[in-house]
């Protein structure tokens, strides 16, 4: 079985949907120190518990026009967007690595980096209960996995926390705990090599952004910004091309 099939692939989208609207629980709840698992989804504006239908990932938002069916409130487009984008990675993870464990291992890895991603863009933090676990997940994932191997992994965890440990000592504070801990998760998943596409592409990216910031006014030089999303995007692109990035860059290197 190649994966390529229709059916199995509308299944990963499916199941992707699905496990994008429980991340969209984790993203609301975890920050609020409130259970993920009760009480059920309910309206954050009016409280109303939603019924099953109304939580349909994607299907829900557009059927609602985006807003609560009794308070009129407006729905975050942010939801279906997590939904949608995490159905992607399910579906490109399946097409590229077919029925695999490596493709077990950049969903599940994809589902976090989106979840740590998005509550450290909005919070500031990125709780330990997704690094954490995380962190063992990567670590049996990519011992499995004879390309990357258990000392490929931990070499990663260790880079990625380190270099990030070393980051938040020389500027004082620019990165938190929870960066450090999220870049140890995407070394254990990503292996070392593929690590230091991912922080390249996460410091470029953040660079990048928070610079035109800078120059469109918006931002002031020394606000601070959330990292989390940057190194997060940095992580997921790594997880898709930082095999290709390193084989080119050994390339160039070695002629
Ligand atoms: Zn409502």
Request: contains cysteine; positive net charge; proline residues 5%.
């Amino acid at each position: 079985m190649t994966g390529h099939e229709p059916l199995i692939l509308a299944l990963a989208a499916v199941l992707g949907l699905l496990v994008g609207s429980f991340l969209n629980v984790c993203i609301w709840r975890l920050p609020r120190r409130e259970s993920v698992v009760s009480p059920g989804s309910y309206c954050p504006a009016c409280e109303r518990r939603l019924t099953w239908w109304e939580m349909a990932p994607l299907l829900s938002y557009l059927a609602l026009g985006g807003r609560c069916r009794t308070c009129r409130a407006r729905i975050s487009p942010v939801y279906p967007i997590v939904e949608a984008a995490n159905a992607a990675i399910y579906v490109a993870a399946l097409l590229i690595w077919g029925w695999s464990l490596h493709a077990l291992g950049v969903a599940i890895f994809g589902s976090l980096l989106l979840v740590g991603g998005m509550i450290d863009g909005r919070h500031r933090i990125i709780p330990d209960v997704i690094t954490i676990p995380g962190l063992v997940a990567g670590l049996v994932l990519s011992t499995l996995n004879p390309a990357i191997g258990f000392w490929g992994s931990l070499a990663g965890l260790a880079l990625g926390g380190g270099f990030l440990l070393l980051v938040a000592v020389v500027t004082n504070g620019g990165m938190g705990g929870g960066d450090i801990k999220l870049a140890a998760m995407m070394g254990a998943f990503l292996g070392w090599s593929s690590l230091v596409a991912g922080l390249l592409f996460g410091f470029i990216a953040g660079a990048l952004f928070g610079g035109t910031l800078v120059l469109l006014g918006v931002k002031h030089r020394k606000d601070l910004m959330a990292f989390g999303p940057f190194l997060a995007a940095g992580g997921l692109a790594a997880a898709f091309w930082g095999p290709d990035v390193v084989a080119w860059y050994l390339r160039v290197l070695w002629g």
